[in-house]
């Protein structure tokens, strides 16, 4: 029996000891005494491969095993039943079969947390946050991309503008207390599109304005946005995101970082988007039904951006060096925004849903 040392919880001196069992006891002879363990008092730790064992006990006595072997031959002659799940573990912990099962047991307890726990937690906050902190975060926002020249003055006349915002006010929101507020400006750099911002400020592009075909297919577009601020879409993204990128770098320190920036996350939060989109469309439907508008007009429209996109698509491959602003993409702003096509064109379920929503 290699060498065992008892520490008596008084001094961190150890005293070289021997251990036996009698009338299934444990007894320890050390520095001279003797002492009778209770069962309940033996807890082991757990094996290393080349470290040392320690059984501590009460009172901040314990063995230290210089041989594990030994450990374990005390232990199997004890039989204390307590002991039994903690040594089956012991056993196993450290092969395959085991740490595929931990690591899958994880992963699944992640998947878990991300999707079912984080969409509750998100939007138990957004409903929460303070409409002034929405008010200021939006105007943030604005002003930042006022100052890039991201966006820049419509280019419509007064007199468009106050048509399109007069009929959109004329028409019947499915909720009256959604904060709306319509902003026209010009982006370029954007393209074709609309977004939310938190607060209800809505920004409506004259390049989307000046690609549809009738005004209804503009109410069926700012039905959308509206849908997705009455969901509070666009403050649950952000804190969505935030809270992965914190719980990210946090476990994984810089590496997640750099997983973050390589956009890692917004692979998963591409569903996320996807369910957003979704709920906005049927936000959508349930408001043009509320004004006789056919849901068909916004399926059309979104054809018409599938048929831009897809040009888009070819001017780009077609010359030599791509455009370098997507307009996916409003990243001067670094702001997650609630956009008709958040991270893909429209999908063919989507103008499908709304060809179907139109017959019913
Ligand atoms: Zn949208």
């Known amino acids: ?46 094996s290393t491969p080349n470290g040392r064992r320690f059984i501590n006990l009460s009172n901040n ?30 056993r196993h912990y450290r092969t395959w079969p085991f740490i595929a099962g931990a690591l899958m047991t994880f992963v699944g307890l992640v998947a ?11 939007e138990r906050i957004a409903d929460r946050m303070p409409s002034h902190l929405l008010d200021d975060m939006s105007q943030e926002a604005l002003t930042q991309m006022e100052d890039n020249e991201t966006l820049q003055p419509s280019k419509l006349s007064k007199k468009r503008q106050l048509a399109l915002l007069t009929q959109f006010n004329a028409l019947k929101k499915p909720d009256t207390k959604v904060p709306f507020k319509l902003h026209f400006y010009s982006a370029p750099d954007i393209g074709p599109n609309a977004f939310a911002l938190p607060s209800g400020d809505v920004v ?38 935030s809270i992965v990128s914190f719980a990210v770098a946090s476990w994984l320190g810089d590496y997640g970082s750099t997983l973050v920036n390589l956009g890692a996350s917004s692979l998963f939060s591409e569903k996320y988007s996807r369910d957003f989109e979704r709920d906005a469309d049927n ?25 831009k996109h897809e040009t888009k698509k070819t001017d ?15 990243s001067k702003s670094n702001f997650n925004l609630g956009d008709l096509f958040a991270n893909h064109p429209p999908t063919t379920e989507r103008i499908d849903t709304l060809r179907k929503a139109a017959t019913q």
């Open 1 to 46: 029996m290699a060498r065992i040392e008892f520490y008596d919880g008084t001094s961190a001196l150890a005293h070289e000891a021997q251990v036996s069992v009698y009338n299934g006891k444990l007894i320890i002879r050390a520095n001279g005494q003797a002492y009778t363990i209770e069962d309940q008092d033996i807890s082991p730790t757990l």
């Open 61 to 90: 006595m314990a063995l230290e095993f210089h041989d594990n072997a030994d450990a374990e031959r005390l232990l199997d002659s004890l039989n204390v039943p307590h002991l039994r799940q903690m040594r089956w573990f012991d």
């Open 112 to 122: 878990l947390l991300y999707f079912f726990a984080l969409p509750v937690v998100a």
């Open 204 to 241: 409506l592009l004259d390049e989307l304005v000046n690609l549809t075909t009738s005004d209804d297919q503009t109410m069926g577009v700012l039905s959308h946005e509206l849908g997705h601020v009455a969901h509070r879409h666009t403050m649950r993204g952000i804190i969505q995101n």
């Open 283 to 307: 936000y959508a439907i349930k408001m043009m039904r509320l004004n006789s508008i056919s849901p068909a007009v916004l399926a059309d429209f979104f054809v018409i951006m599938e048929q």
């Open 316 to 330: 780009a491959s077609s010359k030599a060096n791509p455009p370098s602003k997507d307009s996916s993409k409003t």
